[in-house]
């Protein structure tokens, strides 16, 4: 779905059964997203700022499993990162169609129980293993009305030998307005939340170890279809800040970062 015709869905109304449905659709369905993920890092230290950024975009297909699992894969994938070091864009041809398998509950919390093994060129660059972890709506107990606000946390901590991530979010959601879009009933679902990341690990390629820690804010809105039971799409936007210490047998340094980002998800038909 184009921004045109989300603006022209914010623009068109139409009445909702009350009790319209708060959960996704049934199993059987192969939904089809587009996604494009871009970010700018600024890194600041001593000798001024380095700026990266950060483009991501592909083509993901979920299918809904009996009970509470899902399988999903990349149809299509594009990753590009430019940096004071040159560009760099990963062949990503060994990623495509490789499975996901994800718990994924009627109201749309996803948990990763398994990601497929990607290029190491990706490492230090993106992890693409958590993709869902915050790609759908999480729907409250409540039937959906004009209105209704809700809250929802998730986290998650990720622990190797080498390195460790942390990373949690707390959002609010209120549904704004019906709108109807290719002639579906659905909703525009407003959502802001806090974000916080934290890890440590090796700086890749450099005989170094890094602590991180990032937090910020991040606003956007969902378009809904209650009585099909999936995200037609998405918009949003945030910043994060934060400070990232770096050690090793050079020295020791600290730099202040900051990440700036939007992203666009859509339903393909």
Not at 34 to 42: H, S
Not at 56 to 78: C, E, F, K, P
């Amino acid at each position: 779905m184009s921004r045109t015709l989300v603006a022209t869905a914010l623009l068109l109304s139409c009445a909702l059964p009350l009790g319209a449905q708060s959960a996704y659709g049934s199993s059987g369905d192969t939904l089809r997203y587009r996604e494009v993920t871009q970010g700018k890092l600024t890194l600041t230290g001593p000798q001024g700022d380095i700026p990266i950024s950060i483009e991501q975009r592909s083509q993901i297909a979920v299918v809904r499993m009996r009970g509470d699992s899902a399988r999903a894969w990349y149809d299509s994938l594009a990753l590009a990162a430019s940096s004071p070091a040159g560009d760099q864009r990963p062949a990503t041809d060994s990623a495509l169609k490789q499975p996901f398998r994800l718990a994924f509950d009627p109201r749309g919390h996803v948990k990763l129980v398994q990601a497929p093994s990607f290029p190491k060129s990706f490492e230090g660059r993106t992890d693409l293993s958590h993709q869902f972890d915050d790609f759908f709506l999480r729907l409250p107990a409540k039937p959906l009305t004009v209105g209704l606000a809700w809250s929802d946390s998730a986290s998650r901590t990720d622990s190797t030998a080498e390195k460790f991530t942390r990373w949690a979010t707390n959002a609010d959601y209120r549904v704004e307005r019906d709108t109807v879009v290719d002639g579906t009933p659905a909703m525009i679902i407003a959502v802001k939340q806090r974000v916080k990341i934290a890890g440590e690990g090796p700086v890749p390629n450099q005989p170094m170890r890094a602590t991180s820690a990032m937090d910020g804010t991040e606003e956007g809105f969902f378009v809904f279809a209650p009585k099909a039971g999936r995200v037609i799409a998405r918009r949003r936007s945030g910043h994060l800040e934060g400070d990232i210490f770096m050690k090793g047998a050079m020295g020791e340094m600290t730099m202040k970062q900051a990440y700036s980002f939007t992203g666009t998800v859509d339903a393909v038909r």
